[in-house]
């Protein structure tokens, strides 16, 4: 069945970003038997502003993935 992981980074190297604040995330698929592939590099519009969360933000980066 695999899963998928997103990496809230900075820099793409680094998972260093909280995920209300990142702008960028990396995916990867993980396959039953662990193997692993880089999909995409995905930026998204960060619905937490400063210890606010913006829920219209949050619905459209929901409907947009």
Not at 20 to 43: C, M, N, P, Q, S
């Amino acid at each position: 069945m695999g899963y998928k992981i997103a990496a809230a980074s900075s820099d793409g190297q680094q998972v260093d970003r909280h995920f209300g604040h990142a702008d960028t995330f990396y995916i990867t698929e993980v396959l039953d038997d662990g193997t692993y592939f880089f999909l995409e590099k995905r930026i998204v519009e960060s619905p937490c502003q400063h210890g606010n969360h913006d829920s219209g933000i949050m619905q459209k980066m929901i409907e947009k993935n």
